[in-house]
């Protein structure tokens, strides 16, 4: 089986810089779509043979989240049941026989760590809603997760200290989620590999000199660990400031 993930940073953009091409290219059971940054109905978009599944922000050309699956779901959840959370877009969960598949796009502490408290309470309760899913039976997450977790996950981690997405608190976060029963796919089969990175900025050529950051993720439930073949990387997939990820597993 193999899943796909991607920050595509504004759907209808990605559309016009080879997001078809590499769609229908990669050919995955199930492709995760992170920050459409769209409304209902803006676009019309039909791929053969896969099920599309949208949970839109209230905020319009705002955040976002998509999925594309082969495989029917047993059943879709949009949010997490809390009303805090579920305004923009943020998840969704699909139910199939042997997992549950969660997409997600955690929020970003912003400039100046604005929303750092907002992203506190929503690590708790998105932790908490993973755990009781996985109580039921396995789960996999995929999405921007919006955290380098370790030194090796980006390129500059000295000046990054206090920085969105390298702060201590949101670092400790996803070592509470790790520790919690989940697995970051990638770093479970290749704990000591650098210069791997699926985020760079815009600014000053980043992404020609590689200076990046690993922020999407595939997260499994410890007990998946034996089933994961592969944990993919494709930083020569443009059109976003991202790249796509993908895992392949059972």
Known sequence: MKLVSWNVNGLRACLNKGFTDFFTTIDADVFCVQETKMQENQVEIDFAGYEKYWNYAVKKGYSGTAVFT?????????????????????LITLEFAEFFLVNVYTPNSQRELLRLDYRMKWEDDFRAYLQQLDKKKPVVVCGDINVAHQEIDLKNPKSNKRNAGFTDEERGKLTELLKAGFADSFRYLYPDKENAYTWWSYMMGARGRNIGWRIDYFLISDRLKPFVKDATIYPEIMGSDHCPIGLEIF
Do not use: I
Request: charged share 35%; hydrophobic share 25%; no cysteine.
């Open 70 to 90: 082969r495989m029917k779901p047993l059943s879709v959840a949009y949010g997490m049941n809390n009303e805090e959370h579920d305004q923009e877009g943020r």
